[in-house]
């Protein structure tokens, strides 16, 4: 233990107090104080409950666990917790003990999972004095400031990427740039996946199997697939399909309607649509950011509609228009696009690397 330091629990540097404001409660209650919920800003209104910064936890439902500081003069939906810090105890120190704990590791109830302060705050942390815990603020905010301003940069790479598309192909329904039209079923193969039967053994790296790549598998914000956290036994492929490094794949479920392009050899898929290009007549990087499109993706939240839960099948995405661009077009789309992705690929492992010094900064002064 560092002179000075003391261990105490959450509860001696910090109260919690309640929102109590529902959704509905917002309506007409337009201002000039914003009001924030689990997913971030949600409006401005004309009242605020919080003079003062303070910490805000999503504590129930999605993200439940997530910390955030907020400013003056704001107030959090009811879903969310307020954190106080008690007197002596620098705002940003308590937010990043919070943040050492995983609250989410906290959570209860299946359905709509649910965290306390009752018991979270029996959490021991290490404490500074206040001069220190500044210093230690200090010191993560820069880190995390790095961390943000490259993820800015990867978001603007993102947007250059969707106005080079944009610029080169124009608008995918309006095609005001006359591009020979088609359905989707008329130019490609479109074949929906199958669980594996049986799935009752799974395997390790060692065993001989077969990857096995479900939703939970694609990252947010990538165009590809490179990794799965499953294996299973070759029987299983029986009622499956077996897809290729290189394929083009469309979720079908859940997070239905989005594309990805496969970058692992030899998976059998659950929870996809492949597209087969017999003919070559696309790239698969045109289909990604074609297919990918806010105008694609409300045309394929309309067909996906109906059921108990929303999702696409093969006679549906056949049934979808797509424009043919001359392939030399859709090539130099492809070399565009790959220059941008190789910058984003080493503005990543940076981000990597600092979320890496991040880590260790925070479990040398709460671990």
């Known amino acids: 233990m560092r002179e000075g330091w003391e261990i105490m629990h959450i509860y001696d540097i910090c109260d919690k107090a309640s929102s109590g404001i529902a959704q509905k409660d917002l309506d007409g209650k337009d201002g000039d104080f914003p009001i924030y919920g ?26 439940v666990g997530r910390v955030n500081t907020y400013p003056s003069k704001s107030s959090l939906i009811g879903t969310m917790q307020y954190i ?18 995983d609250l989410k590791t906290y959570a209860m109830g299946a359905a709509i999972p649910h965290i306390y302060f009752k018991d979270y705050s029996k ?10 815990q500044q210093e230690i603020v200090e010191e993560l905010d820069l880190l995390n400031g ?34 020979k039209i088609d359905k989707i079923g008329n130019v490609c193969v ?64 859940m997070s239905f309607g989005k594309p990805y392009i496969l970058k692992i050899d030899g998976c059998i898929h659950d929870g996809w649509l492949v597209l087969h290009d017999g003919d070559n007549v696309f790239e698969k990087i045109y289909l990604y950011y074609f ?36 392939i030399e077009i859709q090539k130099e789309f492809s070399r565009k696009i790959n220059k941008i992705e190789a910058q984003k690929s080493l503005i990543s492992q940076s981000i990597q690397e600092t979320q890496t010094l991040l880590d260790a900064t925070m479990d040398k002064y709460f671990g």
């Open 146 to 179: 790095i961390i943000e301003k490259k993820n800015e940069q990867l978001r603007e790479l993102d947007n250059l990427a969707q106005a080079t598309f944009y610029d080169m192909f124009g608008d995918p329904i309006e095609n005001e740039k006359g591009w």
């Open 84 to 101: 106080i810090p008690k007197s002596g105890f620098e705002l940003g120190f308590v937010s990043y003990a919070l943040k050492s704990l």
């Open 190 to 253: 479109v074949e929906r996946g199958g669980s594996p039967r049986p799935i009752d053994k799974y395997l390790t790296d060692a065993e001989d199997g077969v990857n096995w790549i479900k939703i939970g598998d694609a990252e947010e914000g990538s165009m590809y697939i490179s990794s799965t956290k499953e294996r299973i036994i070759k029987e299983g492929m029986k009622k499956s399909r077996y897809v290729q490094s290189g394929d083009f794949l469309l979720t079908n479920s």
């Open 38 to 63: 689990a997913s971030g800003f949600i409006k401005n209104v004309d009242f605020y409950q919080r003079p003062n910064p303070y910490i805000g936890i999503v504590k129930d439902g999605s993200g």
């Open 291 to 326: 297919l990918g499109s806010d105008a694609l993706y409300s045309e394929f939240s309309r067909l996906a509609k109906g059921g108990v839960v929303n999702n696409l099948n093969s006679k549906m995405v056949r049934e979808v228009n797509i424009a043919i661009p001359p």
């Open 123 to 132: 959490a021991l942390i290490p404490v500074p004095p206040l001069s220190e």
